[in-house]
């Protein structure tokens, strides 16, 4: 592997799918105010919950904030970078343009990840940033330098699994073809990650921790935020995110040996 | 003569498009899934006892959620993004020389695909029910026509401003932005997420007035037997028809003589 010949075409990829976004400055300026509104949208709910009651799940209001706010940053994220992307996968195989991929002289997960940005996710990033500035200040978290670590690891570790998941949905479409919805369907699931896990009901817990791991991805890290974190379940969720970034790949190395191309 | 014509234009139409759509049945069963957020959130309504202060009881609550996922499975509304694809790979074109608006084909496309997606919903909903068995109820008659009724009103006010939304794209191109942007407050507003009259004093104020509360909230209280406005509701979703169609026309109008094909 060559690092900096994949920078040097990293950066390219930027520099063409910022130029062809930017032609739609509007859209831009939309996504944005939809990125502002979905914030107040689901804190208005979350102030519904708690309107007559001081905890959900054994989580206060301003502790609910923090899942908020990291939930917003790893949306934000979703939208950049794994949504544009991944759901171009499903263009590729019925198209059968994954052909131009494959026999180009670079690896093709980080050709079919990476190639696209939509900027506007950023605007997501900085408000869910922020959020968490503010949740930092209403609940009197003091920063030393062991606190950022273990907050910047267990977020990592969150992005790595949110991408694997959306991987490996994306690369199932080698067999279905269309599995446009499938990701559908994980988005909505994702959803949950907005409240804290301990507010479902204990048969639902389980499975959003051991199916579809939506407790490592947003319940951990803002335990880590609060320093209610233990620390076998930050190492458990470092095991979590390595399991799944790995598999993913064998996954999609695995689908690569089914693909035919489009009409053969 | 001429209501045979159209009878014939509709009931061909239709056929068409339901075969078309049970081509697809995964993708809609998919779909059918991605709409389970209901559940998720009737568990945190219930599993924190949120709902003794609204003076709903956990049966009446299940059945309000169960309603609200129906609603939205027959209300649901897409005719923004296949027109969005139509427009920009200039299959407009066609559709425009045949005496027949185009919008009259999204619409049958959005019925054909409501009932090729009434087995999963059925099917779903049979799931809720072996997990919540005290929630079964059957409703009467009149309730369930009147229910029918306001949901397929709400799919019309849907639909209304969506094709509003759609034929912005004859200026921006792409239009979808600005149905997510919508999408936002139908979302958080429309009971979907909570019921309204769990909604604080400061928003039920004004809500009553927008179409929000009337396109899940008001159809899915009608069927599940909850406390609602009966004649206020459906004034209220027949006004709105009555505001949004004239300005469909006008925008339709405007619209086509703006259009230009891609390419010319």
Redesign the interface.
């Known amino acids: 592997m060559n690092l900096r010949k994949y920078i040097n075409i990293y950066t390219k990829f930027l520099h063409t799918s910022l130029a062809c976004e930017l032609e ?1 400055k ?2 831009i300026l ?2 944005l ?2 990125a502002i ?2 914030l107040i ?2 804190i ?2 979350l ?3 708690f ?3 001081n905890t ?2 054994g989580w206060e209001f301003e502790q609910a904030l923090i899942i908020q706010g990291i939930y917003t940053i790893l949306n934000g994220i979703t939208n950049t970078w794994f949504n544009p992307n991944l759901t171009e996968i499903v263009k590729h195989i019925r198209e059968g343009t994954l052909d131009f991929v494959l026999l180009k002289p670079i690896d093709s997960q980080f050709f079919i990840s990476l190639k696209k940005i939509t900027p506007s996710g950023f605007l997501e990033i900085i408000l869910g940033i922020f959020l968490l500035l503010y949740c930092i200040k209403i609940n009197q978290i003091n920063i030393n330098l062991i606190f950022l670590t273990l907050c910047l690891i267990t977020i990592i570790c969150s992005i790595c699994i949110l991408y694997s998941l959306w991987f490996f949905i994306s690369t199932t479409t080698i067999w ?1 073809v ?5 990701t ?2 994980l ?2 699931f994702l ?2 990650g907005r ?1 804290p896990l301990n ?3 204990f048969s ?1 817990r389980i499975f959003f921790s051991v199916v579809i791991p939506i407790a490592f991805i947003t319940t951990i890290p803002s335990e880590v935020f609060l320093g209610l974190s233990q620390f076998w379940k930050i190492l458990l969720e470092v095991i979590v995110a390595m399991v799944f970034l790995i598999s993913s790949r064998k996954f999609w190395l695995f689908a690569l040996k089914f693909y035919s191309s489009a009409s053969s | 003569m001429i209501s045979n014509l159209i009878k014939r234009k509709i009931f061909t139409l239709l056929k068409v498009q339901y075969s078309n759509m049970l081509e697809y049945r995964v993708e809609i069963a998919l779909w059918a899934i991605s709409g389970i957020i209901p559940f998720f959130m009737l568990n945190i309504w219930t599993n924190n006892n949120l709902n003794e202060y609204i003076n709903i009881s956990n049966v009446m609550l299940s059945r309000y959620f169960l309603c609200a996922f129906f609603v939205r499975q027959f209300s649901v509304v897409w005719v923004v993004f296949s027109f969005e694809e139509d427009s920009l790979m200039g299959k407009v074109s066609p559709y425009l020389i045949q005496p027949l608006n185009p919008f009259f084909r999204y619409f049958a496309q959005h019925l054909a695909e409501q009932l090729t997606r009434f087995p999963f919903a059925l099917l779903i909903a049979t799931f809720f029910f072996i997990f919540n068995p005290e929630s079964i109820w059957i409703p009467n008659f009149g309730v369930l026509l009147l229910s029918v009724i306001s949901t397929f009103l709400s799919f019309l006010i849907q639909f209304l401003i969506q094709s509003i939304v759609a034929c912005l794209c004859f200026w921006t191109e792409k239009a979808s932005s600005i149905e997510r942007l919508l999408f936002i407050p139908t979302l958080f507003l429309s009971g979907l997420l909570a019921p309204v009259v769990s909604f604080p004093e400061y928003v039920k104020s004004w809500i009553y007035l927008t179409p929000f509360p009337y396109l899940i909230d008001f159809p899915a209280n009608l069927l599940s037997g909850n406390a609602t406005n009966i004649s206020r509701g459906f004034s209220m979703q027949i006004l709105w028809i009555l505001l949004l169609f004239p300005l469909f026309k006008k925008i339709w109008s405007n619209g086509t003589k703006k259009y230009t094909a891609m390419g010319s």
Do not use: C, H, M, P
């Not at chain 1, 269309?178 to 499938?182: E, G, L, V, Y």
């Open positions: 739609y509007t859209n939309i996504d105010i939809t509104l979905s949208g689901s208005f709910l102030s519904i919950f309107q007559n009651n959900i799940g279905f269309k599995t446009w919805n499938a559908e369907v988005r909505s959803y949950i409240f507010s479902f009901s639902l």
